[in-house]
T-cell receptor
């Protein structure tokens, strides 16, 4: 079993739709949860960052973490064609031994059609 | 502010040949990472440097991969000899400090095809 599981998609939605992207994980030591966006032939860029459980909102993006279920989500409201990309969830442990090592999901490819 | 620079962007080699990738992190960033991203998968950490010391190389195939970060600035990742399964994008990332409180900034990657 992989430490982080993510549905690879692809996911295709019409412009304006609400998009839900999800990851599950098995390592209960994960405390830091991130979402990265990766455009084709580019490096990943940080989109959202959450520590422990709870919600975080930034514009059209909302990140949710449910540690009891080992489940994280990214919601995109009013999706735009420019949101078309691969979305990667990433996680890291906390503690004194934390080196910042990120464990990534395999990514979900999203296409938003005009 | 200049981002993470990587070269070459693309490289095609035959199996058993060698290849080297170069990375220049964001100025002042102490921590440098090399990730391998195989098509359809998420990035996997190969090696992490803090200044010029290795913090984590547990997933680096040391029989064929090597990396160095001289003077704590730029870094080189070498593969010798290459195998077909090494075909991937090699991503370099840097952060201002170790630990998850530092955001990772990625370069555009070096795409390797092994024939």
């Amino acid at each position: 079993q992989k430490e982080v599981e993510q549905d690879p998609g692809p996911l295709s939605v019409p412009e304006g739709a609400i998009v839900s992207l999800n990851c599950t994980y098995s390592n209960s030591a994960f405390q830091y949860f991130m979402w990265y966006r990766q455009y084709s032939r580019k490096g990943p860029e940080l989109l959202m960052y959450t520590y422990s459980s709870g919600n975080k909102e930034d514009g059209r993006f909302t990140a949710q973490v449910d540690k009891s279920s080992k489940y994280i989500s990214l919601f995109i409201r009013d999706s735009q064609p420019s949101d078309s990309a691969t979305y990667l969830c990433a996680m890291s442990e906390s503690g004194s031994g934390n080196t910042g090592k990120l464990i990534f999901g395999q990514g979900t490819t999203l296409q938003v059609k005009p | 502010e200049a981002g993470v620079a990587q070269s070459p962007r693309y490289k095609i080699i035959e199996k058993r040949q060698s290849v080297a990738f170069w990375c220049n992190p964001i100025s002042g960033h102490a921590t440098l990472y090399w990730y391998q991203q195989i098509l359809g998968q998420g990035p996997k950490l190969l090696i992490q440097f803090q200044n010029n010391g290795v913090v984590d190389d547990s997933q680096l195939p040391k029989d064929r991969f090597s990396a160095e970060r001289l003077k704590g600035v730029d870094s080189t990742l070498k593969i010798q000899p290459a195998k077909l399964e090494d075909s991937a994008v090699y991503l370099c990332a840097s952060s201002a400090r170790a630990g998850i409180t530092g955001e990772l900034f990625f370069g555009e990657g070096s795409r390797l095809t092994v024939l």
